[in-house]
């Protein structure tokens, strides 16, 4: 029996059981197309890092003895969609049976399952073999409550999965998360290593890109390209992350500076996202740093906190919601994101910085994201689904089962509270706080009125003024409430003014 066994863009698991055997009655199908390119504007390195490491897969599957069916996006330039060409394939390789990965995407899960049942010759679906939960567990974990609270989830995991544990289901340290002490700036030292990646030049894909018309943002990097294409690169990733950046990750995770975009962070989430690493392989390798006394518990404990604990959470909230959760907007912001979240041309520092950063490198860490553009997204009341589109396209490591979550519940409250216990927001007190980004910046970051006051700080306290009848409640804003409350009538009304009138320039900001 022959049979067509799909392949997405995100299912590049050199380690999934398919890939044992060679059977030269099995073909492996994989397809650039328009409908995963032109569904949302992608960066032009997400589209470009994608298409290049599906053909390095494909033929790495072919040097194995593999049967490969490769279309690439010259061929499928028309508008048919992924289901045009699977039955394009299954007729004129007369496959008697089709099989699938589980996608990640409600959107494509929904597509393949309508299209499998639709087939009048046997159809497969199999899990993708990567993560450590199923889809429906965390919702399982949480039945019956209405806060989702990740810690509960991730101690859980910890015990399961004998991590960081020191018997009895006590935690090694004592304690279970050491979040506090990882909140330190950065002042230049240690200094950040050397970007060990290898540089690779996809300008002939690139061009191919070009030619088909596809619409993309931000900087191709096409001839010095630098994030992993293949599961050796990733590997080689992990270990320079292991080596060189675990040991201070914890300390400086939370920092935000100018002269080191990269600081400590292991820019391993393309490879984990596209599943050419696999969660657990990360978590061991950082645990036996720690073992090995390579790197201190507060480092090693915040970074498997974020595999272990927040990757799977995120995925079984995302399963858990949808279809629906990106319709969310609980607190009912509906202004358009402001031309310059597009450019970076802003006088705003914090912004500017962190919005060209991802323009060129199709990356930001998670401070930036949820306390730089997040938070000044969610301060201005912009529309939570126009956000979680630009943070969907933007970000390379971006693949809708992690990002909208992230995006709709963390950063925008969307959700009215299920993921987050309160809404992540800040005034520029934070900011400079954690950064060097206002030193130099056109406003002034202790100012809440006038002309050169940073729009952060009016724009924060309106925040909670006009949302008072959702969040007054919640009892861990309650001071800002009381502080909002202690202030006079007079300095409020000018706080409000002064967020109206940046609210109605916010294009020039």
Aim: aromatic share 14%; proline share 4%.
């Amino acid at each position: 029996m022959k049979t067509l066994r799909l392949i997405l863009g995100d299912q590049l698991n050199r380690q999934h059981s398919w890939f044992e055997k060679i059977d030269a009655n099995t073909l492996y199908l994989f397809v650039e197309i328009r409908q995963e390119t032109d569904y949302v504007l992608h960066h032009a390195q997400k589209v470009l890092g994608i298409f290049a490491a599906m053909r390095q897969f494909a033929e790495e599957l072919k040097e194995q003895g593999h049967q490969v069916i490769y279309l690439p996006i010259g061929k499928t330039i028309s508008n048919h969609d992924l289901i045009f060409w699977i039955d394009q394939i299954l007729k004129e390789y007369q496959c008697e049976k089709f099989a699938y990965i589980e996608p990640d995407e409600y959107r494509l899960d929904a597509q393949l399952k309508v299209y499998a049942q639709s087939l009048t010759i046997p159809s497969v679906v199999v899990t993708a073999e990567h993560f450590l939960t199923t889809r429906f567990e965390v919702a399982d974990v949480f039945k019956g409550q209405k806060k989702w609270l990740m810690e509960t989830f991730y101690r859980k995991m910890r015990i399961s999965f004998n991590i960081l544990m020191n018997g009895n289901k006590k935690p090694i340290g004592d304690k279970w998360n050491f979040d506090a002490e990882n909140r330190k700036p950065y002042k230049g030292q240690p200094p950040e290593p050397n970007d060990h990646r290898a540089s690779q030049d996809l300008s002939l894909i690139w061009q191919e890109i070009q030619d088909a018309q596809i619409k993309t943002f931000g900087n191709p990097s096409e001839k010095d390209f630098r994030w992993p294409t293949t599961r050796a690169q990733a590997l080689k990733d992990l270990d320079h992350f292991i080596t060189y950046r675990l040991p201070y990750f914890g300390d400086f995770q939370d920092a935000l500076t100018l002269h080191a975009w990269r600081l400590f962070h292991s820019f391993l989430s393309f490879a984990l996202n596209t599943k050419m690493l696999h969660p657990l392989e990360v978590i061991e390798r950082a645990q036996t740093a720690y073992v090995a006394g390579h790197a201190p518990l507060t480092s090693v404990e915040g970074f498997i906190r974020q595999i272990l604990g927040w990757r799977e959470y995120i995925r079984g909230v995302y399963w858990s919601q949808m279809p629906g959760y990106d319709e969310k907007n609980y607190l009912g912001n509906i202004k358009d994101l402001p031309p310059w979240f597009w450019t970076g041309q802003t006088k705003m520092q914090c912004l500017s910085v962190t919005i060209q950063q991802s323009l060129e490198h199709a990356y930001a860490h998670h401070i930036q994201r949820l306390m730089i553009t997040g938070n000044f997204a969610l301060l201005a009341g912009l529309h939570p689904k126009q956000v979680h589109e630009w943070y969907l396209g933007i970000y390379i490591d971006a693949f809708e089962w992690v990002e909208l979550p992230n995006t709709l519940g963390m950063s925008q409250f969307a959700d009215g509270g299920l993921l987050a216990t309160k809404p992540y927001v800040s005034s520029a007190a934070y900011i400079n706080k954690m950064s060097d980004y206002c030193k130099t910046c056109h406003y002034d970051w202790k100012s809440k009125i006038g002309a050169n006051a940073c729009p952060m700080n009016s724009l924060y306290w309106d925040f909670f003024d006009r949302h008072q009848d959702q969040l007054a409640s919640n009892p861990r804003i309650g001071m800002s409430y009381v502080t909002l409350k202690k202030m006079a009538p007079e300095d409020l009304a000018a706080i409000k003014s002064q967020a109206k009138m940046l609210l109605s320039k916010i294009n020039e900001l």
